[in-house]
């Protein structure tokens, strides 16, 4: 399994879900992979568990230094950066129940999401197009892969800090793909809008796998869906491989949903026709 054999990659938000997924999944491929978070002991535990071609390092995706400092090392270690994936991100309901519906939304609240979820992104971009421009990326050029959300194609009424940083970044990567091609930087840029994906924020609020509620709490998130299940972090993992990887070369400014159906129509069974 060598599809990323010799490239360079940079996840954030790789401590554990789905970036630490897309990590190991690269580490599988034969990438050398910086694991970022800011969950320094599960950050590195995870880097241990994937072996030598993997390291941890602490980033603050909302701060522009640390960017600098973390991709400046990174390049002057290992060459160059070929792959980037923006993963970090919050729902904004982490630490309080704050409320994120458009009637009584605090900016400050909606602030902190951007920050993390909107401005991490815009920083992770503008540091890997300036890289990749001065280190150029190895084989069919560089990949930007930008975790975006379900929630950046439709309105989410409660949640809406978390909608409007994901649609956010649903744009961005557009911008970002035009404006490198424009450039002539061999640089790439999607985005992935993962749905329900079993992760530990949705196994938080399942409670335990054993419990007597499980079943039904699990059947009342995935009775829209149209395969009726979570998707999983492999999952998000395997697509994100092909966009990172050479096969992707005339991929650019695309955006790709694994929401088990939801968005292909009406997420009820279709009906006979008459």
């Given at each position: 399994?060598?599809?990323?054999?010799?490239?360079?990659?940079?996840?954030?938000?790789?401590?554990?879900?789905?970036?630490?997924?897309?990590s190991?999944?690269?580490?599988?491929?034969g990438?050398?992979?910086?694991?970022?978070?800011?969950?320094?002991?599960?950050?590195?535990?995870?880097?241990?568990a994937?072996?030598?071609?993997?390291?941890?390092?602490?980033?603050?995706?909302?701060?522009?230094?640390?960017?600098?400092r973390?991709?400046?090392?990174?390049?002057?270690?290992?060459?160059?950066?070929?792959?980037?994936?923006?993963?970090?991100?919050?729902?904004?309901?982490?630490?309080?129940?704050?409320?994120?519906?458009?009637?009584?939304?605090?900016?400050?609240?909606?602030?902190?999401?951007?920050?993390?979820?909107?401005?991490?992104?815009?920083?992770?971009?503008?540091?890997?197009?300036?890289?990749?421009?001065?280190?150029?990326?190895?084989?069919a050029?560089?990949?930007?892969?930008?975790i975006?959300?379900?929630?950046?194609?439709?309105?989410?009424?409660?949640?809406?800090?978390?909608?409007?940083?994901?649609?956010?970044?649903?744009?961005?990567t557009?911008?970002?793909?035009?404006?490198?091609?424009?450039?002539?930087?061999?640089?790439r840029?999607?985005?992935?809008h993962?749905?329900?994906?079993?992760?530990?924020?949705?196994?938080?609020?399942?409670?335990?796998?054993?419990?007597?509620?499980?079943?039904?709490?699990?059947?009342?998130?995935?009775?829209?869906?149209?395969?009726?299940?979570?998707?999983?972090?492999?999952?998000?993992?395997?697509?994100?491989?092909?966009?990172a990887?050479?096969?992707?070369?005339?991929?650019?400014?695309?955006?790709?949903?694994?929401?088990?159906?939801?968005?292909?129509?009406?997420?009820?069974?279709?009906?006979?026709?008459?």
């Amino acid at each position: 399994m060598t599809r990323l054999s010799g490239k360079t990659a940079l996840v954030t938000g790789a401590a554990r879900g789905i970036g630490r997924a897309i990590s190991a999944a690269f580490v599988r491929e034969g990438a050398r992979v910086l694991l970022t978070d800011i969950r320094d002991d599960e950050g590195a535990a995870a880097a241990s568990a994937l072996g030598p071609l993997a390291q941890y390092v602490t980033l603050d995706v909302r701060n522009e230094a640390a960017w600098e400092r973390v991709t400046g090392a990174f390049v002057a270690a290992h060459g160059a950066l070929d792959i980037l994936v923006n993963n970090a991100g919050i729902t904004g309901f982490e630490s309080s129940m704050a409320s994120h519906d458009p009637e009584h939304i605090a900016l400050d609240d909606m602030r902190a999401v951007l920050e993390t979820n909107l401005y991490g992104v815009v920083l992770g971009c503008r540091t890997a197009l300036k890289t990749m421009r001065a280190h150029r990326p190895r084989g069919a050029g560089g990949s930007i892969i930008n975790i975006s959300s379900r929630s950046g194609v439709v309105g989410i009424p409660r949640a809406s800090s978390y909608a409007v940083s994901k649609a956010a970044v649903r744009n961005h990567t557009k911008s970002v793909a035009l404006y490198a091609a424009e450039e002539g930087i061999a640089v790439r840029c999607n985005s992935v809008h993962p749905a329900a994906i079993l992760t530990p924020m949705w196994e938080a609020m399942l409670g335990p796998k054993d419990g007597p509620e499980y079943a039904a709490r699990v059947a009342a998130i995935v009775g829209d869906v149209p395969l009726k299940r979570f998707g999983t972090v492999d999952e998000v993992a395997a697509l994100s491989v092909h966009l990172a990887s050479d096969e992707s070369a005339y991929t650019t400014g695309a955006e790709f949903t694994l929401d088990g159906g939801l968005l292909a129509g009406t997420a009820a069974s279709p009906k006979r026709a008459s």
